[in-house]
C-alpha cells in the first residue's frame, strides 16, 4: 500500500543552503529509518537496488496563495538559509507495507520535542499528514487495489504535474524530455516491482502529449549538476484502446503522486502529480 505523508518541520536553528541538498534529505530520512531499525536503515543506505521510497525537497510553508501552488511546483534549491522558528513541511513516499509498518512506532511515538539534524540544524517533526488535505496535495494513502479498481476506463486525458526537476536515464545518459515511453515505462516499472497487481502489454504507442508548459532546471547540489524538467503536461489515449488498458494508463497515472518519475527521487527530484481535468490553482 502506498503511503505520501507529509512531515511538518519546525527548525530550531538556520538551515544553510549547503545542507538543504538531495544527499542531506536521504541522510535524515536514513536516520529516521535506523531510529526504530537500524538493520533496515544499513541495508538501504548500502543497497543500490530501486529504493521503495521518494523524498521531497524542503518546502516552507506558505500561503496557498503563493506561486508555489498557483504553478503546482515546488520549491527544489535554497539560496538563503530558512530561519529558525519557519514552519516547513516535507514529503515521504513509501511504496511498498513493510517499509511504513518499520515505520509505524515512529510515527505513534512522535515526540515533538525531540531534535532531528538536517546538517548542522536540529529540527521538530510537529505533526504528519498521512489522508488528503484540503490544502495539502501531497498527502495520501490508498492501496494499489483501489488505485486500480478506482482508475477510469474511459478517462483518456492525463493531465501531469512535474513538481521537481525530472530526468531520465537512456543507455549511458540523462534525458530531461518527459516523452510517453520514459514517463509511462517509469511508472509501470515501479508498479509492476510493488503492487503485486502486474500489467503487461500497456499500449504506451497510443499516449500521445497535447499539451505542455515545461522547462529546463539545473540543479548544482549534487555531486555533478542536475538537469531536469519541470512544468506541466498533459496526454491523451488515443485510437482504438481496450476500456482495460485505458483502466491500467489511467492506475498508472493516479499513482505518480506515490511514485514519481524517472531519475533521483530518493533525493527529491522527479515528484509528479496528476491533476485534475481543471489544472489546479489553489486561487
Known sequence: MPHSLVLNLIPQSPIYPEFLTGRHYHALFLTLISSVDKDLGDYLHTSNADKPFT???L???RNHKSHQYKHNTLQFSHQRPIPPGTSCWWRISL??????SKLTP?????NPEHPWHLG???LYITSIFGTPQSTQPWANACSYTQLYEQASQGDRTLNLTLATPVAFRQGGY???LPNRECVFNSLLSRWNKYSGIEFSNIPIESIYPSFCNIHTEVIRNYDTKFVGCVGEISYRILGDIEPIAIK????LADFALYAGV???TTMGMGMTRRLSSNVENYE
Open 59 to 61: 518546502q516552507i510553508q
Open 120 to 122: 548542522s540544524a536540529d
Open 55 to 57: 523524498l521531497s525537497p
Open 95 to 100: 511504496l511498498d507495507d513493510t517499509l511504513f
Open 174 to 176: 540523462d534525458t530531461v
Open 262 to 264: 524517472g531519475r533521483k
Open 248 to 251: 491500467q494508463i489511467n492506475a
Open 106 to 110: 515512529l510515527w505513534l511515538n512522535l
